[in-house]
């Protein structure tokens, strides 16, 4: 993954594929996926789902664009975020990253997540790799999914209309049945890994972080289930209790991305053990009243706030975000004239995915030039 600068001054993000010269027929697998990645990716279209800008050829090389975003990755993030809360009040306030710490809402992010994954999921698309790394953080700390190098469609009768995903991905975040058998992804697989995702969020470690992947994976198929520390904040319960109907063992007992809307609708734990009882239309349909009725009394929508307060849980349905990146003037330009820094940094792995969007772009080795990687604050 590259750095770039648009000719107007908005930062982009250059993907290109790892391809091994020792294995041709592994190259051109690698480039089929890499293809696939961005057909998908330009028919997607979300607040919560990272932009798509365009393709690049540069001296014969293939690379899709997106926006450059500030805080990077989610995994990054909050094991920075760990290790701040770890520090002393006098260190903390000269922390560079203190604002955006501080302003960091589990909540928030959380819905910002399930939001994303449940527009992918009414498409039929199922992520195929949900965990922190691949969700990126904008400078409103706006959480936006990513990395769809792992995704596939279904078609209407849910079956994928590609090579089946199996045994591919991230074995701490995959479920039970992906693990013990030869069961293809799903969406309800991605489901489980969402609540993976949500251990992440509250503990900003990856699930069972004490335990290498085998142990893990043997965790997994017993039925072990990361377990809710005293230490823990009162108000991270309910999202725990989200997390455990996420990773439920029967697939057909976890909750779908719209069920999981309806229940952070309400903001409370009591919703989950609800929608248990009322079942997935009936609960539905009355968290859509409900949120219809406090639309109405209140005359508008709000802005999503740019702060939110730790103990706060905010009413997803009273959140409206229509903002568009890069901005409209920028959209239309060509990309040329992107400059890199000249020290190489490792490759950055939080950012091995692109967006929507449906223009593509060529430019020649003259015009755009990558010649190094760039270095993220949260690495």
């Not at 696939?36 to 330009?42: A, L, N």
């Not at 589990?106 to 992918?120: K, M, P, Q, V």
């Not at 702060?307 to 003037?329: F, G, H, I, K």
């Amino acid at each position: 993954m590259f750095r770039g600068t648009h000719v107007t001054g908005v930062d982009l993000a250059l993907k290109r594929p790892r391809i091994s010269a020792d294995d041709p027929q592994e190259a051109e697998n690698v480039l089929r996926r890499f293809r696939r990645e961005g057909k998908i990716w330009e028919a997607l279209t979300h607040p919560n789902i990272l932009q798509f800008i365009g393709t690049m050829n540069i001296s014969g090389e293939t690379y899709l664009i997106s926006p450059w975003l500030e805080h990077g990755d989610l995994s990054k993030f909050v094991s920075a975020r760990l290790r701040f809360l770890g520090l002393s009040e006098d260190v903390r306030h000269l922390h560079p990253s203190r604002a955006a710490f501080e302003r960091f809402n589990e909540w928030y992010i959380t819905h910002g997540i399930i939001s994303g994954l449940a527009y992918l999921h009414k498409q039929n698309v199922i992520h195929g790799d949900m965990k922190a790394a691949n969700v990126l953080l904008d400078a409103e700390m706006r959480p936006m999914l990513c990395d769809f190098g792992m995704t596939k469609v279904l078609d209407g009768t849910h079956n994928i209309t590609s090579t089946a995903m199996k045994g591919a991905g991230s074995f701490r975040w995959m479920s039970p049945e992906l693990l013990s058998t030869n069961t293809p992804k799903s969406l309800k697989s991605d489901i489980f890994a969402f609540g993976m995702t949500i251990v992440e969020v509250i503990t900003g470690n990856v699930p069972f972080p004490d335990i290498p992947n085998a142990n893990a994976i043997v965790a997994i198929i017993s039925g072990q289930r990361p377990a809710f520390q005293q230490i823990f904040q009162i108000s991270f319960r309910n999202l725990w209790i989200l997390a455990s109907a996420c990773w439920d063992h029967e697939p057909a007992r976890r909750p779908s991305a719209r069920d999981i809307l309806a229940i952070m609708a309400k903001s409370t734990g009591t919703s989950l053990f609800e929608y248990q009882a009322l079942g997935t239309d009936a609960y539905v349909a009355s968290t859509e009243q409900a949120a219809s009725r406090r639309a109405s009394s209140s005359g508008s929508y709000v802005t999503a706030p740019s702060s939110l307060a730790n103990d706060q849980e905010p009413s997803p349905t009273d959140v409206q975000d229509d903002r568009v990146y890069p901005p409209a003037a920028t959209r239309g330009a060509p990309l040329r004239r992107l400059t890199m820094p000249l020290t190489p940094q490792p490759p950055l792995s939080p950012f091995s995915t692109l967006g929507h969007g449906t223009r593509r772009h060529s430019e020649s080795q003259q015009e755009a030039k990558s010649n190094a990687y760039d270095h993220h604050p949260y690495d």
